[in-house]
């Protein structure tokens, strides 16, 4: 028996501040309670307020993998939105809109990016038009889309005297009613829409009340227009406890249940928000667990520092008294971090670093998503540095990842990069209780020796460059950065000088050794495909996705994806790339730094790209018309460029 | 028995000039150091990047020797994570207040028990005498092609500014004084910081022992009435005024002593246990992580609130 495939994407725009995040949280909600996967992202502006942002969602009953575009529906409460997101509709989607902005004009919305109304004005002129929102709707509807439109203002009222709150206090419920509207005609039943609302705003009765009027209102009201709709069937994950989750949050969680016991940090998006959790959960009530040692809450010290410099510098401290340290960042943070970093390899101290790139260079894009500090990380600090540098692909992999990441800084006694985005870190998935397994990992503390020692040296020369590590309140002992004998002292001999590059060089074949294979790079697909694609990170879902497509099309691709870069893993890498025909990169970076990597450590060269460059996530369809390019025409670059 | 200094005293070449204030600062903490009795092994020394902060090997602990500027952030790690160690700082006026100026400032913020040490001689030796921070405008010293465009910066105003507890002025020279600053810098629960006045008979041909031995005298000797402790929020109503004053005194008359402590603040490490109780039993050095390597945490069980029942 084959089984319906549903698959439903949906875009929810609005000015930045106005409830469109709360709006895109009970749309992967209101899903995931019918029974389906989520993913769920959030694209906006460095803006507190009134710029353009949108919730992009995709629910499936399979595995939505990746967004995807166009979508099934646009909830476009307001003009911009309306506007934005024109060309990002699928024939047959759902448009809601509020019949009060029909007239405005894209000229005359304040927030709207010079370069798109110049682009809209160009569009609409073709057709004889102004970039109004009725003549974007008449377009849409040209285009084959159904248009659902609200009268906001008078439903407003309406929500406003039912429930005796005052108009200026529930304007935010205007994206709930187009949300409601737009779930209603996808044939959502109206006590899912209830039961989400309830879970998003449960703890905060005097929000939950209007935002229920407005649901019902606006679900009423669409229900009186365009009648009673197919009740849309309940997905196939329907009966057990599900959760949802971003990238920042797994992250924190991981670090959390790894055994983190101090994080410091300085606000830098997009990683404070994985800061943010951790300080939410620092005095964690665990019942049992720890009842032997006398514990019933785990304590974790977040703090915000004055700067990068001393977010690493201080997890660097506590590192040092034997404490599971932390810090995160994202690129501009990463460079001030910079010379810990290096102190961090030469005085040997355990750190992990959660670097979330977003678009650069310098402040560049600060919301938006990238791949651009690869090579950064590789070769931060200076001097000889080496370092881990582990690239997850999706939220699972981070979850395990950065529980790795904390046993190798410990096990390593080196700096452990483990590199994320903005895209992972604001995207959110719905994930099962076995995705999140941490007893499938151990704690591994590596060479630690607590109580005195005789003779204790804290950079004994060791066969695979590893000394024992005591924690700081037990011997006496120096911690240097600068070079040192065994014991710490510091040394400009030339004996002792080579001979503790050398330890520190051989930690990295020791680390090599170390670390599984099946750890530090996966082929995907078929092996005997002709075509390889090449990539690292967030990019791994839309490129499975993309596989499957071009599979339907019947082209073969299959797709290595390099998760631990640094110390690169050479050999893997190179026997797959023996074998392929044409070897694609995928990277969001202009300069290829995955394939400079690849044609430094093995010889061969990245023959083609396909380079996203717009800070906007990788998508599937990205990917597909990129790879189908390069085969029909055997181009070098392919630059894709989806996304709002 | 009780410890003597030469229990602090390592076996290292002390490699610096003859003459150089830093001796005296040393023995002023190898003698403070013995009649508090602490532990070597509970002792941990930070230094930065500069001649004064060699004194990590120069006395017995746990010492990190870090990076230009940044012994701060380092020793607030590891006090924070571990409160049971006695925790010090000593570096120059450059790494403290030039560099690491922005850190400097925000300890006081934390009061975070940590005493700070500045080994003040106005001027970057190590690196053949440049211009410190604390080097009076149009000073000339030796190194200098031409008199210093840059003021200086006074440290007992930034540190009162700042928030610190505990701030002293002491002189490098007068070894015994000096051990009694240091001993009640480290013995006062909070951030505190000892301003070491000490010529550099090297680089520093202006402000030289006897430009020093001119100007200096002790707060308490000039009057016994001297009072700089802080009680409560009235005290500091009546006393700041003259604080201040005696810490704006600068030109031929230099003040040493203690001029503040405040004894009415939380330290960071009382506020974290107050946030958290249990940290100071179980600081993050200390806490269990695992039960025998196992992960016994499932954040289905722990992070309800990103759950959903469908």
């Known amino acids: 028996m084959t089984r319906l495939t549903i698959d439903l994407s949906i875009i929810i725009g609005g000015p930045q501040g106005g409830g469109v995040e709360s709006a895109g949280q009970i749309a992967l909600k209101v899903f995931t309670l019918k029974g389906y996967n989520i993913i769920g992202t959030r694209e906006y502006h460095s803006n507190i307020m009134g710029a353009h942002s949108y919730f992009h969602i995709r629910a499936s009953s399979d595995t939505p993998r990746a967004l995807r575009l166009p979508v099934d529906s646009l909830v476009a409460i307001d003009a911009e939105s309306v506007l934005t997101h024109v060309n990002d509709v699928a024939k047959g989607s759902i448009v809601v809109y509020d019949v009060g902005s029909i007239n405005q004009d894209a000229s005359t919305l304040a927030p709207m990016e010079h370069s798109l109304k110049k682009r809209l004005e160009k569009m609409f002129s073709e057709r004889g038009a102004r970039p109004t929102v009725g003549e974007a709707i008449k377009l849409l ?49 109206f006590p899912y829409i209830v039961k989400a609302v309830e879970a998003q705003f449960g703890k905060r009765p005097k929000i939950l009340a209007p935002n229920i ?18 009740p849309l069937p309940d997905g196939p994950h329907k009966g057990r406890v599900r959760m949802i989750v971003t990238g920042n949050e797994v992250v924190a969680m991981a670090k959390i249940v790894g055994g983190l016991t101090f994080e410091s940090f300085y606000p830098i998006t997009p990683s404070s928000d994985e ?10 009530d665990v019942g049992d667990v720890f009842r032997d040692v006398g514990l019933d809450k785990l304590s974790i010290v977040t703090l915000q520092t004055e700067d990068e410099i001393a977010a690493i510098g201080m997890a660097l401290g506590a590192a040092l008294t034997g404490a599971r340290a932390s810090t995160t960042t994202s690129g501009p943070g990463f460079s001030l971090m910079n010379e810990f970093i290096s102190m961090a390899v030469e005085a040997e101290i355990p750190i992990v670093i959660s670097l979330w790139m977003r678009a650069g260079p310098s402040t560049g894009i600060a919301t938006r998503t990238g791949q651009q500090d690869l090579l950064h990380a590789i070769f931060s600090g200076h001097g000889d540095t080496p370092k881990i540098v582990v690239a997850s692909g999706d939220h699972v992999e981070a979850f395990y990842d950065a529980i790795k990441a904390m046993n190798w800084a410990e096990k390593f006694q080196i700096p452990v990069i483990h590199l994320l985005d903005k895209y992972l870190a604001s995207t959110s998935v719905s994930l099962d209780e076995w995705d999140v397994d941490p007893s499938l990992v151990e704690i591994d503390r590596g060479k630690r020796v607590y109580g005195p020692v005789k003779d204790y040296k804290r950079y004994e020369i060791t066969e695979d460059g590893v000394s024992p590590i005591a924690p700081l309140g037990f011997n006496t002992m120096i911690i240097n950065s600068l070079e040192h004998d065994e014991y710490g002292f510091v040394s400009e001999d030339p004996i002792d000088r080579e001979a503790m590059v050398l330890k520190r060089v051989r930690k990295v074949e020791t680390i090599s050794k170390s670390i599984p294979e099946t750890e530090k790079a996966l082929l995907h697909g078929d092996p005997d495909a002709k075509v390889t694609i090449v990539s690292f990170g967030s990019t791994k879902q839309a490129i499975l996705s993309a596989m499957e497509e071009l599979y339907r099309e019947g082209v073969k691709v299959n797709f290595l994806q390099v998760r631990v870069l640094s110390p690169f893993p050479r050999d893997l890498v190179s026997k797959v790339l023996a074998g392929a025909e044409k070897i694609v990169g995928v990277e969001a970076n202009a300069t290829g730094q995955l394939s400079f990597l690849i044609r430094a450590h093995t010889g061969y060269s990245v023959g083609h ?33 989806s996304g709002s | 028995m009780a410890r003597r200094w030469l229990d602090y005293k390592t076996g290292a070449w002390v490699q610096w000039c003859p003459g150089c204030g830093d ?3 040393l023995n002023s903490i190898y003698g403070a150091l013995a009649e508090l009795d602490i532990d070597p092994t509970n002792l941990v020394v930070v230094g930065g990047i500069g001649c004064s902060s060699r004194s990590v090997y ?48 925000a300890l006081g913020r934390r009061n975070i028990d940590i005493a700070i040490f500045i080994y003040d001689n106005a001027v970057y030796g190590l690196t053949k005498g440049q211009a410190g921070p604390t080097l009076p405008l149009w000073a000339r010293t030796k190194a200098l092609a031409y008199p210093n465009i840059q003021g200086s910066v006074n440290p007992l105003l930034l540190a009162f500014a700042a928030g610190y507890t505990f701030i002293a002025r002491g002189y490098a020279y007068h070894v015994n004084q000096l051990k009694g600053l240091v001993k009640a810098a480290i013995q006062h629960k909070g951030s505190a910081v000892v301003d070491i006045l000490q010529p550099c008979p090297t680089y520093n041909d202006f402000m030289t022992q006897e430009w020093y031995e001119k100007r200096i005298y002790y707060l308490n000797e000039e009057d016994p009435t001297w009072d700089p402790v802080i009680r409560s929020p009235e005290d500091m109503k ?73």
């Open chain 1, 141 to 189: 509807e040209e285009r084959g889309a159904r248009t659902l439109d609200l009268p906001l203002k008078e439903l407003l009222r309406k929500v406003s005297e039912e429930t005796g709150s005052p108009l200026a206090s529930i304007a935010r419920t205007v994206n709930i009613m187009g949300l409601s509207a737009a779930l209603y005609a996808l044939g959502v039943e």
């Open chain 1, 213 to 230: 009027a407005a649901a019902r209102i606006a679900v009423e009201y669409t229900h009186e227009k365009y009648g009673a709709r197919n």
């Open chain 1, 275 to 284: 800061a943010h959790y951790i300080e939410e959960n620092k005095y964690l």
């Open chain 1, 609 to 641: 790209v396909i380079q996203k460059l717009n800070a906007r996530p990788l998508y599937d369809i990205d990917v597909v018309y990129g790879v189908k390019r390069i085969i029909e025409s055997g181009v070098e670059r392919v630059v894709v460029n």
């Open chain 2, 23 to 25: 001796f005296g600062i």
């Open chain 2, 58 to 105: 120069y006395i017995k602990g746990n010492n990190v020797h870090t990076i230009h500027g940044r012994a701060i952030p380092i020793a607030s790690g590891i006090k924070l994570a571990n409160p049971e160690l006695t925790v010090i700082v000593t570096g120059g006026d450059g790494d403290l207040l030039g560099i690491g100026g922005g850190h400097f400032t």
């Open chain 2, 238 to 310: 009546v006393k700041a005024p003259r604080i201040l004053e005696k810490m704006l005194e600068t030109g031929d008359r230099i003040p040493l002593g203690i001029f503040f402590q405040d004894l009415t603040k939380d330290t960071m490490e009382e506020r974290l246990e107050k946030a958290m109780p249990g940290y100071l039993r179980t600081p993050p050095a200390k806490r269990p992580i695992d039960v025998k390597g196992r992960i016994t945490l499932h954040p289905f069980k722990i992070f309800k609130d990103k759950l959903l029942e469908t």
